[in-house]
C-alpha cells in the first residue's frame, strides 16, 4: 500500500525556518518524482517545488527560490523540504506526492498524496 505521511509543519515567526518531510512507504521513494505543493486558504494548491529520481530539482513558484530547497534521503525513503525565511504568505497546507512519470506543475500527474502538514507564518 502506497502511502505518504508529512509531517515537521507548525507555527513559526517570519524569517524562521522549518523541514517537513515526506515519508514513504509501499514503495521504493527513489525510483519516482516527489513534489510538495501547498494550499492556502481560498486559493487553489500549487505545485512548489519537486525533485527528480535524479535527484534534480525543479522550482515551480519564484518567490521560494533561494528560500527553499528539497532533498532526498533513499535510504531512509523519506523526502525533505527546508524551508528558510519564511513569510506570511508561505502559509498554507503543504502536501508532497508521487508523480512515476517525472516531475510536472500540475497536480492531475501525481496519483498519491500525503495528508498534508498545516504551516503558519506569523508573528
Known amino acids: 500500500q502506497v502511502q505518504l505521511v508529512e509531517s515537521g509543519g507548525g507555527l513559526v515567526q517570519p524569517g524562521g525556518s522549518l523541514r517537513l518531510s515526506c515519508a514513504a512507504s509501499g514503495f521504493t521513494l527513489r525510483y519516482y518524482a516527489i513534489g510538495w505543493f501547498r494550499q492556502a486558504p481560498g486559493k487553489e494548491r500549487e505545485g512548489v517545488l519537486c525533485?527528480?529520481?535524479?535527484?534534480?530539482?525543479?522550482f515551480y513558484v519564484d518567490s521560494v527560490k533561494g528560500r527553499f530547497t528539497i532533498s532526498r534521503d533513499n535510504a531512509n525513503n523519506t523526502v525533505y523540504l527546508q524551508m528558510n525565511s519564511l513569510k506570511p504568505e508561505d502559509t498554507a497546507v503543504y502536501y508532497c506526492a508521487i508523480s512515476p512519470g517525472g516531475c510536472y506543475s500540475d497536480r492531475n500527474e501525481y496519483p498519491y498524496w500525503g495528508q498534508g502538514t498545516q504551516v503558519i507564518v506569523s508573528s
Open positions: 525533485i527528480s529520481s535524479g535527484a534534480g530539482s525543479i
